[in-house]
């Protein structure tokens, strides 16, 4: 795995560094179960952790953002403007949004799909045709991934979010793969285990194959 | 064996109840609190009811706690403006088991229609307030707060913000436990205390006011609640909640007074805090609550002239607030270039009606009959917005009605003939609709009013309410029928129509906003998240859409605008068939019906 996509560095089990994460997502897809199994991960990991949520409206099509901050000690359950490590969006337009949340160095896992915000005001909703470069310039080392596809083709489309699971859990030896699977175990009803699973393994091994 | 588990605050605060031996609980939902009643009715152990409002809720909290129960009663913070009739008097009549209210507040208003904070409510209605800074005080603070209740005898708030209902994080529980239920004191008439006659108030005011007093003292000494964290002696800093969490990462070397308990506040701590150090801030969020009352004490204190009054705090605010005052020491995390980067030119994503909502034909018909909508508080309130744009009015819960029938007066007092229509959801209906309709029928107003009955409470996720007859536990209780209800306080003209049938409801409007009596028209369409059962096969575009746009009107997120031309998306489609009704074109078609084609 090249340098630029890993994010052992830094986080000393002792140390007072604590590992930031944005996760952001359109309302339904799955963003707050991703963060849940994240926190679970690193708390069963042994680290003190956040996790904070905006979710009113998460069910009605709108932004969803949540924030997961592990570490030794964690004060704060919001993360500062350009303190993110790692910024997982489950939409392209989504990812741009909070583009800014993320470190100059930090890692971009982007579900490549594109869903068209409803219109706020008169007229048609124009999907930034420039997203992807709008992604791309600041941040070259993004990873655009098709875990929609991916999950869909699993035969459950809404395991996108474990296909980026499995993509972040490759960049990070925080929290060791059978951490992530003992959780994914416990945190879906018993009969969407598998396909969660399967989906989690996928997003691993592309990620693992950078 | 204690286990360290995430736990959501408003989780924990449940917990915290059910370890202090809570038995009774009531709420009526709303955002950030909805969650503590329903983990308590999930754990069980307690007895946890849904009430139809907030009002009602505190009385029978109020009550058990005479009862001789510890009770807690949980809702938003704009709605203990609600509950504050009882709330404030009941600071007089005092408790007997403890009696803890949850108030949610939301600074930043994500889910709500002001900022209001309520610690100004505690302070007017004289009562302590308790505040959490994360998920494990959120559980013990709720058990101390049983206990400055009872040892008090004072309903006591516990204040937790949006940030602390909704974020987790870990906490030591005990499961497998079940905790005793708290031994309280027999009921036993106490006339004095309880009957809030002018007679017995005024020396329960009396006693209120040394309750203050001898609360103060307990807010300085317990170390649980109220502490001084003595650190870097240049700047000290008096916080709470989870701006003290914010504070901590910036400064996190500072002294700190750290208010588990702001009120009263414990002003020999912020003395001998002041006196230790050389400059001293306040850090909270909303209103100068702790801030001016330092300022009265005399002493020489940063606040508000730095930090915002309104919306959250968050460390960048926090940082930027100690840069401000020219304290350089705070250390602004994250990367300069990439805070600056705001970004610019991206389409919002509002949320919306889902596909196939019920509420949608309703507010395209009222949009396209031009007629005055007062509206209410409920998913239904996004027909306000775009492309819907079919409201008025929204100002709190229960006011589509009152406000419909001073409209409808003030017009015709003018010689205005515009139509008004009030609009109200199922569960509000239930929570303030009706006495604004006993109104109406009383004073002769002739005001039509639409509810909207989609069967729960759906905006804040899908609470049952008197109307479904389900109770916060899931049981089958007696439901109260809307229409009955209508008809039994006077209404003569109730009658029902489908809302995915435009026509028919335009011809409803028009006869009943014609008709000089007050009339109820009920729409009943289960919410799509609730019923997910397709209403009928999906959409198809039967002819080249030619482009035309109306179908966009309805604001569905089953049709796609591609460069003015509908692009239906059947697994999003239910086949409500609203957009077959409003195609002038007949282009649109389900299978097997006919098209209806309104011209
Ligand atoms: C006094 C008050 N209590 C609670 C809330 C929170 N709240 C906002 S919308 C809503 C639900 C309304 O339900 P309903 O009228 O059935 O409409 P629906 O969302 O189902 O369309 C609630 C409880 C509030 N804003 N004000």
Redesign the interface.
């Known amino acids: 795995m090249s340098g630029t996509r890993d994010l052992n560095r830094g986080l000393e089990r002792d140390g007072a560094r604590v590992r930031n994460l944005v996760l952001a997502g359109?309302?339904g897809h799955g963003v707050l179960a991703l963060s849940?199994v994240i926190?679970?991960g690193a708390?069963a990991a042994g680290f003190?952790?956040?996790?904070?949520?905006?979710?009113?409206?998460s069910?009605?099509?709108?932004?969803v953002l949540s924030e997961v901050r592990y570490g030794s000690s964690?004060?704060?359950?919001?993360?500062?403007?350009?303190?993110a490590d790692l910024l997982i969006s489950l939409e392209l337009?989504?990812a741009?949004?909070?583009?800014?949340?993320?470190?100059?160095d930090g890692i971009l896992l982007v579900n490549e799909q594109r869903i068209?915000?409803?219109?706020?005001?008169?007229g048609?909703?124009?999907?930034?045709e420039d997203v992807l470069d709008r992604i791309l310039d600041?941040f070259p080392e993004a990873r655009i991934l098709p875990a929609h596809d991916m999950a869909t083709e699993l035969g459950e489309s809404r395991a996108a979010n474990m296909v980026m699971l499995g993509a972040f859990a490759a960049c990070t030896e925080d929290i060791p793969i059978h951490g992530w699977e003992e959780v994914i175990e416990s945190a879906f009803r018993s009969d969407l285990v598998p396909v969660n699973l399967a989906a989690f393994r996928a997003g691993l091994s592309l990620a693992s194959a950078w | 064996m204690a286990n360290r588990i995430l736990l959501s605050g408003n989780e924990a605060i449940a917990e915290g109840a059910l370890e202090a031996g809570a038995h009774f609980a009531a709420a009526y939902p709303g955002t950030p609190s909805t969650e503590i009643l329903e983990t308590l009715s999930r754990r069980g152990g307690i007895r946890a009811e849904w009430a139809p409002n907030e009002k009602v809720a505190y009385e029978t909290a109020y009550g058990a706690s005479l009862g001789g129960a510890r009770a807690l009663v949980a809702m938003k913070h704009v709605v203990v403006n609600v509950a504050a009739d009882p709330l404030f008097s009941s600071s007089y009549a005092g408790v007997n088991g403890g009696l803890v209210l949850v108030s949610a507040d939301d600074p930043a208003m994500h889910s709500s229609q002001n900022e209001q904070d309520n610690r100004q409510l505690a302070r007017a209605a004289k009562i302590p307030v308790i505040e959490p800074s994360d998920s494990q005080e959120a559980k013990d603070f709720t058990r101390i707060a049983f206990e400055i209740s009872e040892r008090f005898d004072t309903p006591v708030m516990l204040r937790v913000t949006t940030r602390i209902c909704h974020s987790m994080s870990p906490v030591a529980v005990t499961r497998g436990t079940t905790w005793p239920m708290a031994r309280i004191p027999d009921y036993s008439r106490n006339f004095h205390k309880h009957v809030l006659l002018p007679a017995n108030a005024r020396p329960r005011h009396d006693f209120v006011e040394s309750r203050m007093v001898e609360l103060e003292e307990y807010a300085a000494s317990n170390r649980d609640l109220n502490r001084i964290e003595w650190g870097d002696r240049t700047v000290g800093v008096v916080t709470g909640g989870v701006a003290y969490q914010y504070l901590r990462e910036v400064l996190p070397g500072a002294s700190v007074l750290k208010l588990g308990m702001p009120w009263p506040l414990p002003r020999a701590l912020v003395r001998e805090l002041a006196a230790g150090v050389d400059e001293l801030y306040v850090v909270e969020e909303l209103d100068p609550f702790i801030e001016t009352e330092v300022r009265a004490l005399g002493v020489q204190v940063l606040g508000k002239e730095i930090f915002p009054l309104t919306g959250e705090l968050n460390p960048d605010v926090v940082a930027r607030g100690f840069e401000l005052s020219g304290n350089g020491t705070a250390t602004e995390p994250g990367d300069v270039r990439q805070k600056n980067a705001a970004p610019a030119a991206i389409p919002p994503r509002p949320p919306v009606l889902c596909a196939g909502c019920g509420h949608r034909g309703v507010f395209f018909t009222l949009s396209k009959m031009g007629l005055i909508v007062t509206g209410d508080i409920g998913c239904y309130t996004l027909g306000a917005l775009h492309p819907l744009e079919s409201m008025d009015a929204c100002l709190c819960m229960g006011a589509s009605i009152g406000m419909a029938h001073g409209m409808e007066a003030a017009l015709r007092a003018a010689g205005d003939e515009r139509r008004v229509v009030g609009v109200i959801g199922d569960s509000t209906f239930m929570h303030s609709g009706i006495t604004g309709l006993i109104n109406t029928v009383y004073n002769g107003g002739s005001s039509t009013v639409l509810v909207l009955d989609n069967g729960t409470t759906a905006m804040t996720g899908h609470q049952d309410h008197p109307g479904t007859g389900v109770t916060a536990t899931g049981e089958r209780g007696q439901q109260v029928d809307i229409e009955a209800v209508c008809r039994a306080v006077g209404v003569r003209r109730v009658r029902d129509v489908d809302p995915y049938d435009i026509a028919a409801l335009e011809a409803a409007l028009n006869e009943e906003l014609d008709t000089p009596e007050p009339s109820v028209i009920i729409c009943r369409a289960a919410c799509r998240l609730v019923d997910r059962t397709p209403i009928a096969p999906s959409v198809r575009l039967e002819i080249e859409c030619p482009g035309c746009g109306t179908c966009f009107e309805l604001g569905c997120p089953a049709i796609d605008d591609r460069d003015g031309v509908a692009v239906i998306d059947a697994a999003a489609c239910c086949g409500c068939g609203l957009c077959v009704q409003v195609c002038p074109f007949c282009g649109l078609r389900i299978e097997g019906h006919e098209p209806a084609g309104v011209p």
């Not at chain 1, 741009?96 to 100059?104: A, D, P, W």
């Open positions: 359109v309302g849940r926190a679970e708390l003190d952790v956040r996790k904070s949520e905006i979710h009113g409206m069910q009605r099509g709108g932004s964690v004060n704060s359950p919001l993360i500062p403007d350009g303190a337009l989504e741009l949004r909070h583009l800014h949340r993320l470190k100059t068209t915000p409803a219109p706020a005001g008169s048609p909703v124009l999907y930034p600041p």
